[in-house]
Nanobody, 120 residues
Framework: QVQLAESGGGLVQTGGSLRLSCAASGRTFSLGWFRQAPGKEREFLAA???????AYADSVKGRFTISRDNAKNTVYLQMNSLKPEDTAVYYC?????????????????WGQGTQVTVSS
């Protein structure tokens, strides 16, 4: 059993930055982030393997940076140049094929989510 605990969400103005953290307990493989805005499907943002191999969605490439600390079993998402359309609940996730396939069906475990709100 794996448990994922996100932190770092909150309210920020357009153009601001936030750093999300996700601490995992138990054995994890690739760790990643998804988000879900009201009325929309949950979408893939980024994932990183224990080796450091990573993947990003085109919508956040260049603005968001994923990193992980294997010793702490923690993944981070640095979000810069935030826009109102980034407002959503952000979910941490883990799955062995997450970097390769980047889909919701590739997730084995989800965190409870953390709200990010970007005001205009």
């Amino acid at each position: 059993q794996v448990q994922l605990a996100e932190s770092g969400g909150g309210l920020v103005q357009t153009g601001g930055s936030l750093r999300l953290s996700c601490a995992a307990s138990g054995r994890t493989f690739s760790l990643g982030w998804f988000r879900q805005a009201p009325g929309k499907e949950r979408e893939f943002l980024a994932a990183i393997a224990p080796s450091g191999r990573y993947a990003y969605a085109d919508s956040v490439k260049g603005r968001f940076t994923i990193s992980r600390d294997n010793a702490k079993n923690t993944v981070y998402l640095q979000m810069n140049s935030l826009k109102p359309e980034d407002t959503a609940v952000y979910y941490c996730a883990t799955g062995s094929l997450l970097v390769t396939y980047r889909g919701r069906s590739d997730v084995d475990y989800w965190g409870q989510g953390t709200q990010v709100t970007v005001s205009s």
